[in-house]
């Protein structure tokens, strides 16, 4: 979420709040587990228990390369052990829903896997060892920039498939899923890494036991994928971090039908709890020219097919995307009303505000969300905005 803050504020945060993105959920097999909802589960202060690792990571904000020595490059800024996890088999697929990707920041899209031992909801981070499942860096460089593993990401529906290597030995791993930006990263210190991690139960009867690597050890800062000029025709370009494992799966990027929706397992079960998808009558949804889908609704679910394939460590050119789009609603469409005075006694109830003593908040301000007990009402060049149900904003009415 991107609040609106002085301008002094704005300078000193300035990396922050050029974040641009995080995963919303993940889907295994039809089933939709909720991810790290960073709007609202920071602020309270009993979060359900969900499949992602938790950040105060509320502006989308990125990971330098001078914190590549840092904890924050495993699993983002201050991460904490996710409470649950996710069940998932060996050889299948998990599809992983970022929010909107800005198409100007163009990089590579890299997942990999860390065995846990014997629980990821308690592990400690710092003893990881990640080894790479899936990597897609730079696809064609005929025009530059070039087409990157991001740019396939946006034409998936925003979306990335990858594939739990089929051999793997049964155990517990996080899983840790990343973009990473390039367009400033001619400049040291420029690139933007976005990691996000997820607790699985992986199951089956596989042997494979990869080795890894430390996620402090993942990245160097001066390293060829890293400080590289994209605007620059590029002939080859060396996706950061390790080699690939040799058990990984290339697979084609496609997103995933939503028939249900999961709870995080906790403790040592291997069962989630699962609602069916009800059924509605009809939906529509239209795939754009770059192969993008638009959910017209967020009550439907997509299914898109595309011809664009997860090479690990690809570079070779995608042939045109052709989506077909199947659409089916997981649930009637709802409405959902707006934070009132009734359900936020301490907010506003109009974009106003009002307040009973009198008293004003002034531009930039906090006017209200739950919990607020202070002044609710703007001065006169300013009205009361929404940030997120915890957080109102004096917002100015004109420049």
């Excluded at 295994?28 to 990571?57: C, H, K, L, M, R």
């Excluded at 009303?337 to 974009?351: C, D, R, V």
């Amino acid at each position: 979420m991107l609040r609106i803050l002085s301008p002094l504020l704005l300078a000193t945060l300035a990396p922050l709040a050029a974040g641009h993105g995080h995963i919303t959920k993940i889907v295994i097999n039809g089933v939709s587990y909720e991810g790290w909802d960073i709007d609202v589960f920071p602020y309270e202060s009993d979060p359900p228990a969900v499949v992602a690792w938790q950040t105060p990571n509320t502006g989308n904000g990125f990971i330098s390369p001078d914190q590549y020595n840092s904890s924050d490059i495993i699993c983002h800024e201050n991460a904490t052990n996710a409470a649950g996890h996710a069940v998932v088999a060996a050889g299948d697929k998990v599809n992983l829903q970022w929010t909107a990707w800005p198409s100007s920041h163009h990089g590579p899209v890299i997942t990999y896997l860390a065995n846990c031992g014997d629980s990821c909801e308690t592990v400690d981070k710092t003893t990881l060892e990640f080894f790479k499942i899936s990597a897609v860096g730079l696809v064609s460089d005929t025009d530059v920039p070039g087409t990157w593993g991001d740019d396939q990401l946006i034409a998936n529906n925003d979306s990335w498939l990858v594939e739990i290597p089929p051999k793997l030995e049964a155990g517990y791993y996080v899983l840790r899923h990343e973009i990473i930006a390039l367009h400033s990263a001619e400049e040291s210190d420029g690139a933007q890494n976005y990691p996000q991690c997820f607790n699985l139960q992986v199951t089956g009867s596989g042997t494979e036991q990869p080795s890894g690597v430390l996620g402090t050890d993942l990245y160097t800062e001066t390293e060829a994928g890293i400080l590289v000029n994209i605007y620059s025709s590029l002939s080859t370009y060396d996706i950061p971090g390790p080699t690939m494992f040799s058990g990984a799966v290339s697979i084609t990027q496609s997103t995933s039908v939503i028939t249900s929706t999961g709870t995080a397992t906790t403790g040592s079960g291997s069962a989630a709890t699962t609602t069916a998808a009800a059924e509605a009558t009809t939906s529509e949804a239209s795939a754009t020219a770059s192969g993008s889908v638009e959910v017209v609704s967020p009550s439907v679910a997509v299914v898109a097919s595309s011809s664009l394939t997860a090479l690990p460590d690809s570079s070779s050119e995608p042939s045109s995307t052709t989506t077909s789009v199947n659409v089916q609603p997981s649930s009637p469409p709802t409405t959902t009303a707006p934070i009132t005075s009734a359900s936020n006694p301490e907010g506003p109830s109009s974009a106003s505000g009002t307040a009973g003593s009198g008293a004003t908040q002034s531009v930039y301000g906090q006017c209200g969300g739950i919990n607020w007990t202070a002044a609710t009402a703007c001065n006169t060049q300013a009205v009361c905005s929404s940030m997120n149900p915890y957080y109102y904003q004096c917002v100015p009415t004109a420049v």
